[in-house]
T-cell receptor, first 114, second 112 residues
Framework: ETGVTQSPTHLIKTRGQQVTLRCSSQ?????VSWYQQALGQGPQFIFQ???????GRGNFPPRFSGLQFPNYSSELNVNALELDDSALYLC?????????????FGEGSRLTVL | QKEVEQNSGPLSVPEGAIASLNCTYS??????FFWYRQYSGKSPELIMS????GDKEDGRFTAQLNKASQYVSLLIRDSQPSDSATYLC????????????FGTGTKLQVIP
């Protein structure tokens, strides 16, 4: 059984640029969530996708957007990067019928904005 | 008031002792509670879930839930150096979309 995979693992961008992060969910998991984890903080919910539609959104501005594809993989796009966007971005999948809090995380994409 | 609060620690315990990690939450109608372990530089890993008042045991781990007092705890018996990590409490809120809120985590250090 393949776990959640994310790419890239590390990336450096400059302020104002745009970034796309990718995630493949665990086999059979049809719900994907994205979280931002700043240093020393807990993960903060960005949004969740189920059946290719956004199913919930946290307190993040519209420049954070996402997609889910028919194979359940997902993308997180961030436009007009700011210094405070520097963080670990975590993708998590949830098994069908599973509790929302039952999250299987990928290893994350560490974004540094200079 | 934060939605989910944890003492950031570090909590230091000697090897073989019981580590007690606590979490309080503000949303009285929260229904589901989870504990995640996060090693330094790694992603969170689910270790326990609890949905009803009382205790739930899984190996050396025991989760405790008291909805009336709005707290959740995690006990780790016979603590090992490999248990040294940050433990994150997560709460699922009821109604509409079931948002998951994480605490900031408690760093546990098990001293050999």
């Amino acid at each position: 059984e393949t776990g959640v995979t994310q790419s890239p693992t590390h990336l450096i961008k400059t302020r104002g640029q745009q970034v796309t992060l990718r995630c493949s969910s665990q086999s059979g998991h049809n719900t994907v969530s994205w979280y931002q984890q700043a240093l020393g903080q807990g993960p903060q919910f960005i949004f969740q996708y189920y059946r290719e539609e956004e199913n919930g959104r946290g307190n993040f501005p519209p420049r954070f957007s996402g997609l889910q594809f028919p194979n359940y993989s997902s993308e997180l796009n961030v436009n007009a990067l700011e210094l405070d966007d520097s963080a670990l971005y975590l993708c998590a999948s949830t098994p069908p019928g599973g509790n929302t809090g039952e999250l299987f995380f990928g290893e994350g994409s560490r974004l540094t904005v200079l | 008031q934060k939605e989910v609060e944890q003492n950031s620690g570090p909590l230091s315990v000697p090897e073989g002792a019981i580590a007690s990690l606590n979490c309080t939450y503000s949303d009285r109608v929260s229904q589901s509670f989870f504990w995640y372990r996060q090693y330094s530089g790694k992603s969170p890993e689910l270790i326990m879930s609890i949905y009803s008042n009382g205790d739930k045991e899984d190996g050396r781990f025991t989760a405790q839930l008291n909805k009336a007092s709005q707290y959740v705890s995690l006990l780790i018996r016979d603590s090992q150096p490999s248990d040294s990590a940050t433990y994150l409490c997560a709460v699922v809120h009821s109604g509409g979309y079931q948002k998951v809120t994480f605490g900031t985590g408690t760093k546990l250090q098990v001293i050999p």
